[in-house]
């Protein structure tokens, strides 16, 4: 059903891990160079090694994407190796649930930097090559929680509430000029990483319980979507996927 991505460049956020990972394996089966970026580089550098086993490209760019001048680096380095980046996956993220009222204040600040700051950032860097080139592909990894807000959510739910805001913001402002497409993709419960970094205790058991609840969504569901939308024909522009467990309310 979708194109081959034959000599197109993807750069892939948050790709030492769940969703980023499995993402970056599906692009580079259709076809895609694939820039893999994240903090820890022996992950990054496994997995760049398993694709490169099953005869794709990659580029391993360990990035805080927290960090400007590391994110200017990791999208000129991208460029300069490929050739162009005709895909942005903006999937690195944190969710530090917390009531508002317990909630150390670095958690609010880092999920802000990483999920929301960090993804305006990297789309500013990469936005220009697009441009230039005429055209190119933003894909936000936003959440339910994007959507709807839940108690012990609010922070989370405010990065997620705000890359919906800005991707469709984005969308207006590039839709009509040259062929830049946007896509918001708002998974449900997930099987990965996410929810170990919780620091609150018993946020964390919670959480766990709704998952072991019913049958979640495994990364590579996610990363289907993300090629599918990426697959179609430049003049179509999937705009937005919500995808949940079948099972989740
Ligand atoms: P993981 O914890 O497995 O992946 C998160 C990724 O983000 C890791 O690769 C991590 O890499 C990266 N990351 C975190 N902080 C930074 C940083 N400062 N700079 C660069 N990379 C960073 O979880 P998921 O795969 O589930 O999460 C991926 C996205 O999906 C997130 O945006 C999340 O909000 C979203 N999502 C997940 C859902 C779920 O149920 N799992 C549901 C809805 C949305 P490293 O630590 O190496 O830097």
Known sequence: ITENLDGKAALVTGASSGIGEQTAK?????????????????????????????????LVVPTDVTDEDEVAEMVDRTHEEFGSVDVLVNNAGVMLLEHVEDADTDNFRQMVEV?????????HEVLPYMQK??????????SVAGRKAMAGGAGYNATKFGVNGFTEALRQEVTGENDIRTTLIEPGFVETELAEHIPD???????????????????????????????????????ELLIRPTSQE
Not at 29 to 57: K, M, N, P, T, Y
Not at 201 to 213: A, G
């Open 26 to 58: 599906a692009l580079a089966e259709s076809g895609a160079s694939v820039a893999l970026a994240a903090r820890r580089e022996d992950e990054l550098q496994q997995l760049a090694d398993e694709i490169e086993s099953d005869g794709g490209e990659t």
């Open 115 to 123: 999920n929301l700051l960090g993804l305006m950032d990297v789309t």
């Open 133 to 142: 080139q005429g055209e190119g592909h933003i894909v936000n990894i936003s």
């Open 201 to 239: 205790d018993e946020q964390q058991e919670q959480t766990k319980e709704m998952y072991e609840q019913m049958d979640v969504l495994q990364p590579e569901d996610i990363a289907r979507s993300i090629a599918f939308a990426v697959g179609q024909p430049t003049h179509v522009d999937v705009n």
